[in-house]
């Protein structure tokens, strides 16, 4: 078995945490509304979790929890909080930095939506877990 790093469900959340936190920077640099601060800022948080939840192994030795299963439900609610920023930051601003924000969320919640899909994709393949 590959190492988390090396694998496509660790490219997908790397990448999904490199978007967001560049979204998260244009926001900040732009000084847009708070709440498309703090969305970003808490799917960084938590994506960032999950990579070393997965990286140090610690979701086999904490078994008490069916982590495939709060890794999809994640990826399914941030996506949506995170499009739902990234359209409302796009929609009436014409600050550069606010779309430019709004764009990277935008392609981050596309990932969420891909992370979501190979997780279950993985899943129905091997219903016992990772």
């Not at 808490?42 to 979701?59: G, M, N, Q, T």
């Not at 941030?78 to 014409?94: K, N, R, Y």
């Not at 935008?106 to 219903?127: E, G, H, S, T, V």
């Amino acid at each position: 078995m590959r190492p988390f790093c090396f694998s496509v469900k660790g490219h997908v959340k790397m990448l999904r945490l490199a978007l967001t936190v560049i979204s998260m920077t244009f926001f900040i640099l732009a000084k847009a509304p708070e709440p498309y601060i703090v969305v970003t800022g808490f799917e960084a948080v938590a994506v960032l979790f999950f990579i070393i939840l997965y990286v140090f192994r610690l979701d086999n030795l904490m078994d008490c929890l069916f982590w495939p299963l709060l890794d999809i439900i994640h990826s399914v609610v941030s996506g949506i909080f995170t499009i739902i920023a990234s359209v409302l930051a796009l929609i009436p601003e014409h600050e550069t930095l606010t779309v430019l924000g709004g764009v990277f969320g935008c392609m981050a919640a596309l990932f969420c939506a891909a992370d979501a899909a190979f997780i279950y994709q993985k899943l129905r393949l091997n219903p016992t877990g990772p």
